[in-house]
T-cell receptor, first 110, second 115 residues
């Protein structure tokens, strides 16, 4: 089976812009979770989608949002980008508890 | 919420020796504990996991132990090889009735295996 794929792999944006990241889960997986990884804060949970519904949400401002489509693919959006949003954004898909991560999207905000 | 602490932050071992990484968690309701290996430029890779109804699990050179009473769990890697060099993360999760999948991660251990 193909693993979790994320696009794009790298992204450079300027402050104030918005960005959309995409994640395709492992075939058959219906749960998609998003995490932010930074050197200072480590790996932090953003939100989880299951069957097109947000099932859980972490402690991030409303500028961070997401959605899931009927084929389980998910997108996350960050609006009004800030310098501190520079991070590796990871997507993980899950079938029966175990979460499998994609390679991530490296976002740099200038 | 859950708080996961991980030690040590860096670990260097000679090739062939064993490596042990320890984590503690705060939420007694946590019932699933995975370990991830992250290499440079890659996403975390699940290497082993354990559920709260099991005290120990082994997969070839890797083993994980769980002490629910003390709320700590450990990763043991035997016969280390240079390719084991990476950052290792522990995590904890309370699946609960909602089936929520928000993992709480430790801060990571950078393991270096010296040939």
């Amino acid at each position: 089976k193909a693993g979790v794929t994320q696009t794009p792999r790298y992204l450079i944006k300027t402050r104030g812009q918005q960005v959309t990241l995409s994640c395709s889960p492992i075939s058959g997986h219906r749960s998609v979770s998003w995490y932010q990884q930074t050197p200072g804060q480590g790996l932090q949970f953003l939100f989880e989608y299951f069957s097109e519904t947000q099932r859980n949400k972490g402690n991030f401002p409303g500028r961070f949002s997401g959605r899931q489509f009927s084929n389980s693919r998910s997108e996350m959006n960050v609006s009004t980008l800030e310098l501190g949003d520079s991070a590796l954004y990871l997507c993980a898909s899950s079938l029966a508890g175990a979460q499998f991560f994609g390679p991530g999207t490296r976002l740099t905000v200038l | 919420g859950e708080n996961v602490e991980q030690h040590p932050s860096t670990l260097s071992v000679q090739e062939g020796d064993s490596a042990v990484i320890k984590c503690t968690y705060s939420d007694s309701a946590s019932n699933y504990f995975p370990w991830y290996k992250q290499e440079l430029g890659k996403g975390p890779q699940l290497i082993i996991d354990i559920r709260s109804n099991v005290g120990e699990k082994k997969d070839q050179r890797i083993a994980v132990t769980l002490n629910k009473t003390a709320k700590h769990f450990s990763l043991h890697i035997t016969e280390t090889q240079p390719e084991d060099s990476a950052v290792y993360f522990c995590a904890a999760l309370n699946k609960g009735q909602t089936g929520a999948n928000n993992l709480f991660f430790g801060t990571g251990t950078r393991l270096t295996v010296i040939p």
